[in-house]
């Protein structure tokens, strides 16, 4: 139970930052403004991280999480 709600919680972390970034959730539209958000960083205390590689992340873990995957499995 707890494994799936870490999952959606990560998914619509990947969703809203997806849409914060380009103001869209169309799969033409993120993919072709992709190379344009290269260097765009989020910028927490002294640290930088790229953010299409959070988008990543945050998909990567909302998947894992809905699939109840090795690690996030209960």
Request: glycine share 6%.
């Amino acid at each position: 139970m707890l494994v799936n709600r870490v999952g959606d919680f990560s998914l619509l972390l990947a969703l809203f930052s997806i849409y914060f970034v380009f103001n869209s959730l169309d799969y033409d539209i993120v993919f072709s403004l992709v190379p344009l958000a290269i260097d765009y960083k989020i910028i927490l205390g002294s640290f930088q991280f790229p953010v299409i590689d959070l988008i990543c992340i945050f998909l990567f873990l909302g998947a894992m999480g809905k699939s109840a995957q090795f690690g996030l499995h209960s």
